[in-house]
T-cell receptor, first 112, second 113 residues
Framework: KQEVTQIPAALSVPEGENLVLNCSFTDSAIYNLQWFRQDPGKGLTSLLL?????REQTSGRLNASLDKSSGRSTLYIAASQPGDSATYLCAVPEGGYQKVTFGTGTKLQVIP | GAVVSQHPSWVICKSGTSVKIECRSL??????MFWYRQFPKQSLMLMAT?????????EQGVEKDKFLINHASLTLSTLTVTSAHPEDSSFYIC?????????FGSGTQLSVL
């Protein structure tokens, strides 16, 4: 059974700092990996989707990398802003691309 | 892009009542939908797989008689929490995928008094 772990569990940084969130998974035979953002009491916002054949994806200040062989992905956030404060989740499919296992999450706080 | 609509966004109910949550795929057909649950300060855990026209598949430890799932059409799945109790208070979210991507509903916060 796939296990997805995120480190750190919580992170507090001053505004403007660059930061890296980590995601590791135990079964490297994944279809893709997706990063989400979740605001308190809200649903999920998809940030980046990396296909298994890709090594990274970029969207604005966000860059996600994928290393299947080592079972790792990172989410890099450049020039962090208070609006980036949220919980970040990575998710990998299990037995097909639609059924996913979520990571444990990283709660990010960007201090103005 | 494809959208999954979930309703209601939040619900407060008395212990012992039943609550129905709807999940709709708005511009694509979904033969399979998924229901997740999130307890406070925990990650999302898959509860069940909803299959159009057939019985849902439940994850280990999820009571199928308590969490009734109906997927009667290609665009609608419902989750009914029967005889809800305070321990059922949680954030419930559904997902569905088109041919390429997976989309999530906005979630339902259930509070059982």
């Amino acid at each position: 059974k796939q296990e997805v772990t995120q480190i750190p569990a919580a992170l507090s940084v001053p505004e403007g700092e660059n930061l890296v969130l980590n995601c590791s998974f135990t079964d490297s035979a994944i279809y893709n990996l997706q990063w989400f953002r979740q605001d308190p009491g809200k649903g999920l916002t998809s940030l980046l989707l990396i296909q298994s054949s890709q090594r990274e994806q970029t969207s604005g200040r966000l860059n996600a990398s994928l290393d299947k062989s080592s079972g790792r992905s990172t989410l890099y956030i450049a020039a962090s802003q208070p609006g980036d404060s949220a919980t970040y989740l990575c998710a990998v499919p299990e037995g097909g691309y639609q059924k996913v296992t979520f990571g444990t999450g990283t709660k990010l706080q960007v201090i103005p | 892009g494809a959208v999954v609509s979930q309703h209601p966004s939040w619900v407060i109910c008395k212990s012992g009542t039943s609550v129905k949550i709807e999940c709709r795929s708005l511009d694509f057909q979904a033969t399979t939908m998924f229901w997740y649950r999130q307890f406070p300060k925990q990650s999302l855990m898959l509860m069940a797989t909803s299959n159009e026209g057939s019985k849902a598949t439940y994850e280990q430890g999820v009571e199928k008689d308590k969490f009734l799932i109906n997927h009667a059409s290609l665009t609608l799945s419902t989750l009914t929490v029967t005889s809800a109790h305070p321990e059922d208070s949680s954030f419930y979210i559904c997902s569905a995928g088109d041919s390429e991507k997976l989309f999530f509903g906005s979630g339902t916060q259930l509070s059982v008094l």
